[in-house]
Every structure is written in C-alpha cells, then in structure tokens.
C-alpha cells in the first residue's frame, strides 16, 4: 500500500491515518465475500491446530525449569534441559505460526551472535502476531509484562523463555527490571540473547514512535530488526483505535498465507556520548531503522494508554479531548453562548471549592446543558478513565480551544487555581497539574520547563507567562495546542471576530469578554 506523509504540527500522518496509533482493515467488495468464503472454513480449522500445538508446549515448557531452585532458576538454563527443551518448544512455536498462515518467513541479512549484540531491537511493532520473529532469532529472551504470567499457556513460555518481567502500574518493578536488564545485557555473553521492541506498543507502521531508553540503557552493541509484512491486504497489525484483534486474526487466517520479512541490519556500535545518552542512543538507531524502513521518525509516544508527542518535555495529545468535546457540544445543538455561560458556571463552581473540582457525568451534564448523559459520558472518558472529571482541567483545555478568554488571561486563572497555598509561586508538582489542565492530558516531565521558568525556586505567573509566549519551544506549544484554529471546520466556536463568536453555521453570539488574540497572548 503507498502512502504519502504530510507534515502537520511538524509530524507526519497519511491521507488514510492521522497518526501511527489508528489502522483498519478496509475490504473492497470482493474481498469481504472471499473473507467469509476462506474464513468459515481456515479461521475455525487454524484456530484449532494452533490451539493444540499451543496445548502440547504447555506442559513441555513447564518442564524445562521443574525441580530447579529460585537460585538456579535466576541463572540461564543449560545443559540437557537447553538442548533438549529449546529445540522441541522452537519447533512448536513455529507450528503454531504455520498453522495460521505464516507457511514461510523470508530472511534478509546476517542475525549478529551474541558477543556481537546482546539485544536486538525490532520495529515496527505491529501486534502480537510479530512474535513470529522469535523464531528466525532462536527464542532470544524476552520483556514482557508481569501480568502475563497468569495466562494460560502465555505464562509457561515466558517462564520458559526466563523472560523480564516487569509492572507497568510498579515503580519498584520498573527499577528491578531495569537492574536485571542491565545485568544480562553486560554479562559477556552468560546470558542468551535478548530482543526487544523500543517502540513499547503496536502502531500502523507509517511511522516509527519514539524509542523507549530500555534497550539502551547499558550502552551494549544493538543489532536493529525490520518487521515488514508485504501482503496485498495489511491484516496483522492491532493498534489503539481501529481493528480489534480479534478482527486481525480473523482477517489474517482468512488468507490462503500471510508473508512476513525479517531483515537484521549491521550491528550498530554506539559512540561514547551514546553510551552515557541513552536517549540519544535511541533516537539514532530509530532514525537509522526509520531511513531503512523508507517512513519517518517521529517523537510519538504512548503515556498512560493516551497516543501523545513530545516537545520540550511536554506531553502534546495527538487527538486533544478538548476539541472533540467541542465537536461533541456542537453536535448536541449548544450554541457558543450557551457553550461560554456554561464555562462561566464551571469556572465559578472551582473558585469558590464548595462543590470541589470533581464531577461525574450526571455533575458534568447538568453544568453544560446537556439532556443526553451519554454524552457527558463519553465526555468524561475523554479526560478519565472513570465517568468523572476535573473541572479545571476540562475548563481550562476548553476555553484555551474556545477563544473565550486570552491566553494571558486563562493563565492567571489557571495559576491562581493551582497555587493552592496562594504563595504566588508554583511547585514543581503543581506546575505538572497546572500544565496537564491546560493540555488536557497528565503531564509526566515538566521539569524542563520548571528550570526553565523559575528563578531560584520560585516560579511566578509572571515567569511563566514571560517562557511560555516568548521561549521558541514553549511559543509553539502554545500557537499549537492552547490557541483557537482558524478556519478548522473541525472545532466549533473558535472563529471570532469583533468581540463575536461565531458557529460553523454562522450564527453571531455576543461575546464583549472575548478576545481573540489571532496567536498574539495580550
């Protein structure tokens, strides 16, 4: 499939996908009749024989650490339980991707040995189906979530595998993994070979996201690995919107065979300021695999389960919960002073903290007007993973996207929102809130911009203000994401004009508080 890259808000989308995180699989006609047709027939028959060849590694690769000791268990496996064990579970492991299609893996290039890289890194990460790679690499170790432990079969092979585990919800896990990591990837080769893949979730594969530092961290020798699939239809992958994958499968082994490319680049040496950078050393071996891949390298990342960009330590949302309330309200029929009053009421209900700033969706309903709740539902999931809210936060992100008020001015509010104590000055906590409200998702690593914006411990409105509209990074920002588009027939109620807001459907709504500041911030 071509496609073409655009560059918007100096990221690259597709004229089919507005960002790596969405795919779908789209059927012309005859292609869904012959779905059905295949489907009926090799979907139950595959599903089948690799559920028995999932059944009969089972007990076999449980087998293979039995009897041992926690000590023994925490070295590598050798002698006759390796040799014996690992060639019956490779050969099984193989059996079940045959069985789903998979009848021949092409193999491009030289897999490096071990005291030449300890780990090698695969992209693009597509789905689950790309553990396919684990056999042309001879089951290398794995890191996977310790939650997969408790899965059937799932758990026996990563016990097996003496794969790493970690918590994504542990900090403690994190830091373990991390040391155990860094132990095999320099133990001069007692441990097997490792692969990883730095993206840390699935994407379409139009571009490369942001390497996570995790492979890099002990500043070793990398192999770099190629994951393509060149099929007429693009079915394996399972991303965060679109196709389930329940769905990739189906599609998958509805194929007469699916292709799968592995290629092994040269080995890649890091520099010695890419072994004390490992972010550096990241983002250099995610241009190179992203030059071979022929799509771009991008700063996307997935934090906290929401697809977001990074720019000057700031977590950008790709798809901004406060312009898809925006479209949500309008196609509700509230009209822009009835968007504003209700802001209005909201900005009221947080200044006076009688009510607190959480509201759940019936709150939340009642504050915007709204006579369909579901709507205020799907509101709140925009912000939360629960049917509540914070006020401010949803404030804050709607009026910056609203042109109701000037960024100065929205400033201030903000700031006298989260400086709780009322000292005038901002922690580095709040200053994380602060801006999360403002963006309308969590914000992980402000510190740059606190050490950018406080002067000696004390970070003022004035000093931020003065960083945010005058410094080059943190002026995009807010050209980018805190400003009403123009034009943007997407986002209601940003067009103003004369102290006026006006609707898509060019209704006139008085407006005297308002001032569009056409990306100017007095």
Request: hydrophobic share 40%.
């Amino acid at each position: 499939m071509e496609r073409s890259f655009v560059d918007q808000h100096h990221h690259p989308t597709t004229a089919e996908y507005p960002h790596p995180f969405v795919h779908e699989v789209k059927l012309a006609r005859a292609q869904r009749i012959r779905g059905i047709i295949l489907g009926s027939i090799l979907f139950p028959l595959r599903i089948t024989l690799a559920a028995i060849f999932f059944l009969i590694m089972w007990p076999l690769a449980r087998l293979r650490l039995a009897g041992l000791s926690e000590e023994e268990r925490s070295r590598p496996v050798t002698g006759w339980r390796r040799w014996f064990f690992h060639p019956i579970i490779w050969l099984l492991s193989r059996a079940v991707f045959f069985s789903l299609g998979f009848l021949w893996v092409k193999v491009k290039g030289r897999r490096a040995d071990l005291k030449e890289a300890p780990v090698l890194v695969v992209a693009p990460h597509s789905g689950f189906l790309d553990m396919l790679v684990l056999c042309p690499t001879q089951l290398a170790t794995v890191v996977s979530r310790s939650e997969n432990t408790s899965l059937p079969v799932i758990g026996a092979l990563l016990e097996f595998n003496q794969s790493v585990l970690v918590s994504r919800k542990d900090p403690e896990s994190r830091k373990k993994a991390v040391t155990q990591l860094t132990e095999r990837l320099t133990s001069n080769g007692y441990w097997p070979q490792m692969l990883m893949f730095p993206e840390g979730t699935t994407t379409n594969g139009c571009a490369l996201i942001k390497f996570k530092p995790g492979a890099f961290l002990a500043g070793v020798p990398v192999q770099p690995v190629l994951l393509r699939y060149p099929n007429k239809l693009d079915t394996v992958r399972w991303t965060y919107k679109g196709t389930t994958w329940i769905e990739a499968l189906w599609h998958t082994t509805s194929q007469l065979y699916t292709n799968m490319t592995v290629e092994f680049l040269p080995v890649y040496n890091p520099s010695k300021e890419e072994k004390n950078d490992p972010n550096l050393y990241a983002d250099n071996v995610q241009k190179l695999m992203a030059k071979a891949l022929e799509v771009p390298a991008t700063d996307y990342v997935m934090e906290g389960g929401v697809p977001v960009s990074k720019l000057g330590g700031l977590s950008l949302p790709l798809e901004s919960p406060a312009k898809t309330t925006l479209s949500l309200l309008q196609k509700n029929g509230l009209e822009a002073s009835e968007v504003k009053e209700a802001l209005d009421r909201m900005i009221d209900r947080c200044q006076s903290g009688a009510q607190g700033s959480k509201a759940n969706a019936d709150d939340l309903a009642s504050i915007l007007g709204l006579t369909d709740r579901e709507t205020a539902v799907t509101v709140c999931g925009l912000y939360s993973k629960d049917e509540t809210v914070d006020l401010r936060q949803f404030y804050l992100s709607v009026a910056a996207l609203s042109g109701f008020v000037s960024f100065k001015s929205l400033l201030h509010t903000a700031f006298n929102l989260f400086d709780r104590d009322g000292r005038g000055s901002l922690s580095a906590e709040e200053l994380s809130d602060l801006m999360g409200a403002l963006l309308g998702v969590h914000q992980h690593s402000t510190a740059e911009l606190y050490m950018e914006a406080s002067n000696q411990g004390q970070l003022t409105e004035e000093n931020l203000l003065q960083v945010l509209t005058t410094h080059p990074t943190y002026q995009r920002v807010v050209n980018e994401y805190l400003q009403p588009e123009e034009a943007d027939s997407h986002l209601p109620f940003t067009s103003l004009a004369n102290g006026k807001a006006v609707n898509n459907n060019g209704n006139m709504h008085n407006s005297n508080e308002s001032h569009h500041c056409n990306k100017k911030f007095e």
